[in-house]
């Protein structure tokens, strides 16, 4: 199934344009499903991002050199806005975790500085959903269930998701890249981030 419908017209291309605020509702034409992982390398000014061939996500490349999104950096999950943390905003951590980079090692401090560092050419970065992080997992390997065109990648723990936990809203959904697991993880724990754009 590749084309996609509105409350009033089928057979429409998925793209945003199209669906408007239907776009990224997990259509079967837009989700695609058992179509086979592909991706892109982007470059920019010098950075790399990647582009997910099969849902047209874009998602960030981390580093290797101990700047803002260094591979090893992890943060606590925070969002101050009711309408996205189910009552529980969660924790704003020191700036230790993170190696001073932010005021505090947080989610929603770290999108907000790889927004206005303009990072790959945009300014439109957010935390992703626990769907389309889980879309990221390799299921036809293990250790490490992820392309290798995601360089960088820590496998020591968990990366977060935007999504918390409807059973407990003191925990959010982290993706274990290792073996491919979801886990509901306390906001206060130190995970890392793998951030992702939405092309309009």
């Given at each position: 199934?590749?084309?996609?419908?509105?409350?009033?017209?089928n057979n429409?291309?998925?793209?945003?344009?199209?669906?408007?605020?239907?776009?990224?509702m997990?259509q079967?034409?837009e989700?695609?499903?058992?179509r086979?992982?592909?991706?892109?390398?982007?470059?920019?000014?010098?950075e790399n991002?990647i582009?997910d061939?099969v849902?047209?996500?874009?998602w960030?490349?981390k580093?290797?050199?101990?700047s803002?999104?260094?591979?090893?950096?992890r943060?606590t999950?925070f969002?101050?806005?009711?309408?996205?943390?189910a009552?529980d905003a969660?924790?704003?951590?020191?700036?230790?975790?993170c190696?001073c980079?932010?005021s505090?090692c947080?989610?929603?401090?770290?999108?907000?500085?790889?927004?206005?560092?303009?990072?790959?050419g945009?300014s439109?970065?957010?935390?992703?959903?626990?769907?389309?992080l889980?879309?990221l997992v390799?299921?036809?390997?293990?250790q490490?269930?992820?392309n290798?065109?995601?360089?960088n990648t820590?496998?020591n723990d968990?990366?977060?998701?935007s999504t918390?936990s409807a059973?407990?809203?003191t925990k959010?959904?982290?993706?274990?890249?290792?073996?491919g697991?979801s886990?509901?993880t306390?906001?206060?724990?130190m995970?890392?981030i793998?951030a992702?754009?939405?092309p309009?």
């Amino acid at each position: 199934i590749h084309l996609c419908g509105t409350d009033d017209k089928n057979n429409l291309p998925c793209d945003n344009t199209n669906l408007v605020n239907l776009f990224g509702m997990q259509q079967d034409g837009e989700k695609q499903a058992g179509r086979k992982m592909a991706y892109e390398l982007i470059s920019y000014n010098n950075e790399n991002c990647i582009r997910d061939q099969v849902t047209g996500l874009i998602w960030e490349q981390k580093t290797k050199d101990k700047s803002l999104r260094d591979q090893d950096w992890r943060f606590t999950w925070f969002n101050a806005d009711p309408k996205n943390n189910a009552g529980d905003a969660g924790i704003q951590a020191s700036s230790t975790t993170c190696n001073c980079t932010l005021s505090s090692c947080n989610t929603t401090a770290y999108i907000e500085a790889l927004n206005k560092a303009n990072y790959c050419g945009y300014s439109d970065w957010r935390l992703p959903t626990r769907s389309e992080l889980t879309n990221l997992v390799d299921y036809s390997t293990s250790q490490a269930a992820l392309n290798p065109i995601y360089t960088n990648t820590a496998f020591n723990d968990g990366y977060w998701s935007s999504t918390t936990s409807a059973k407990q809203n003191t925990k959010a959904w982290t993706i274990d890249f290792k073996e491919g697991a979801s886990n509901p993880t306390y906001k206060e724990y130190m995970a890392h981030i793998r951030a992702v754009r939405t092309p309009q």
